[in-house]
Structures are given as C-alpha cells and as structure tokens.
C-alpha cells in the first residue's frame, strides 16, 4: 500500500464548507498523514527538515487547498520555495521526490465553465495549475491532473459536497491501493472527471 500525505492549506478552515468535507472523509484512513500546514506554522516559520522527513516516508504528495488568486493560498508557496532545495528535490544529487507522486485537489468558486479559454476567467485549470506541473515534473515527480471541485461560490447543496467528498475518498484510496489507471489519468484535464474511467477494479 502506497502511504499519502496530505499537505492540507486553509487559512480559515473553520469557514471552509468543502474543504472540511474533503478533509473529514479521508484524515482518518490508514496510511494517510494530514500535515494541516496552517496549523502547524501560523507564523509561516516552516520546518524545513520535518517537512522534508513527511515527503520521505510518503509515496504520494498531495497539496489540498482552495484555489485563490488563480493559485495556492500563499502558505504553499512558502513551502515550495522553503522544502524543495537544491541538492534534496532537484538538481543533479536531488533525488528526494523521484518517483513519487503529485496531485493538487483543489475547490474554486468560480464554475468551471469559466475556466475555458474563451470563459469569464479567460485561462483552464489546466493552464492555472501548470507551475505546480513544471515544479513536479523538475522534482522527477509523476504529476497528476488535478482533482477540482469548481463552482462552490454560490455554496453548494449538500448532496453535492457528499458526492465530492465520496469521490475524493474513491481517489485517495485509489491512490493507495495502486488502483487509478494512470495512463487514462493523463490524458485527462482534471482527475475527477470520469472517475469510473480512472480506478481500476471496482
Ligand atoms: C483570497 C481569495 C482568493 C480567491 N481566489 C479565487 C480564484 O482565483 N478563483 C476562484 O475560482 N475562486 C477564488 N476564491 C474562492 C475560493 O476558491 C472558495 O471560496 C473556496 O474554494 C471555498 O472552499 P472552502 O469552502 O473550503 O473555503 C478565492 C477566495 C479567497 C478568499
């Protein structure tokens, strides 16, 4: 079974309605680590050694968070440009990461019909998110299409925040489990769109 650790960033999580759902479904399952990086550095005073310690002793690195500024609430670039040193994560002796997987599972306000090229917001999720890609893709990583919840401005019914939270979990465990067919998962712009597709035997 392959161990995940979850680098969770909300900076208000006790306002959070899908990210909290997201969370509660999976902090609990075997072989998952939820490292609640707001939590643990409020000041931003990021622990570079612990952090490098979590990313070893997993084998799939995932940054949960909403999507703000067309980007990461800013804790996650800290942590970026804090963790991933030359000589660790990459370089010609960087070899910390190799091998282990990528993903960003992500709510956005915005629906995702505006997140097309001729959208209100003018670029896809695949174009906003494609940083994260070059930095997994220059840490040897194998980077995986995003997990997006979109839309959840309007705040959405809780039917719908259950199926999101119940598809989070089919991906988290999937992960684990070696179940998600990830040739079918690369070609796809985000992870959850054809779940039934992606995980095999079930
Ligand atoms: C500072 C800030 C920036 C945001 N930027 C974006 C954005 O660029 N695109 C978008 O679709 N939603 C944006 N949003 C909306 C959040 O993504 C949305 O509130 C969040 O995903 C809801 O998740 P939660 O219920 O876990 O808080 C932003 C919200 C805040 C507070």
Redesign the pocket.
Known sequence: MARILINFA?P?KS??????A?LSVIQDLDQVTVNDLYDHYPDFMIDVEREQRLCEEHDVIIFQH??????T?SIVKEWLDLVLQHGWAYGSTGDALSGKLFLQA?????DAS??TKDGY?GFTFAELTSPMRATANLCKMTWLPPFV??G??RGLPKEQVQAHANDYHRVVTALRDDRLDLEHVLRSETLNSDLNQAIKGQ
């Open positions: 909300h208000m306002r959070s309605t899908i990210n909290r997201l909403p999507f703000y500024w067309y980007s609430p992500m709510s956005a306000g915005g505006t997140y917001n919840v979109a959840v401005h």
